[in-house]
Nanobody, 125 residues
Framework: QVQLVEFGGGLVQAGDSLRLSCAAS????????MGWFRQAPGKEREFVAT????????RYADSVKGRFTISRDNAKNTMYLQMNNLKPEDTAVYYC??????????????????WGQGTQVTVSS
């Protein structure tokens, strides 16, 4: 299995940028499609972005499209989420996740097998 740890959360103002990182250890990182999800207080965990095993295919939630960019560096066993023009509604705990079953990306929470512990992102207005 793979272990995932997120870094880079924090408190920022609306319009600012943050870059989240997800460091993987354990099994071969390039064997996993990866995703970012977030969960705000009182809400269900929701899809943010996903990237396939070789980094060629990406997909985004409509709410972040054009502002967030997902990427990965398989040589460094790390995935990233560049978040620009942050809004208060982006406030949530952000989780990275790994899917070892599919070669294609999925936005479903149930499609992922391993999860990190989460990192808090707070955007003030």
């Amino acid at each position: 299995q793979v272990q995932l740890v997120e870094f880079g959360g924090g408190l920022v103002q609306a319009g600012d940028s943050l870059r989240l990182s997800c460091a993987a250890s354990g099994r071969t990182f390039s064997n996993y499609a990866m995703g970012w999800f977030r969960q705000a207080p009182g809400k269900e965990r929701e899809f943010v972005a996903t990237i396939n095993r070789n980094g060629i295919v990406t997909r985004y939630a409509d709410s972040v499209k054009g502002r967030f960019t997902i990427s990965r560096d398989n040589a460094k066993n790390t995935m990233y989420l560049q978040m620009n023009n942050l809004k208060p509604e982006d406030t949530a705990v952000y989780y990275c996740a790994a899917d070892e079953r599919r070669a294609v990306v999925t936005s479903a929470v149930s499609g992922y097998d391993y999860w990190g512990q989460g990192t808090q992102v707070t955007v003030s207005s």
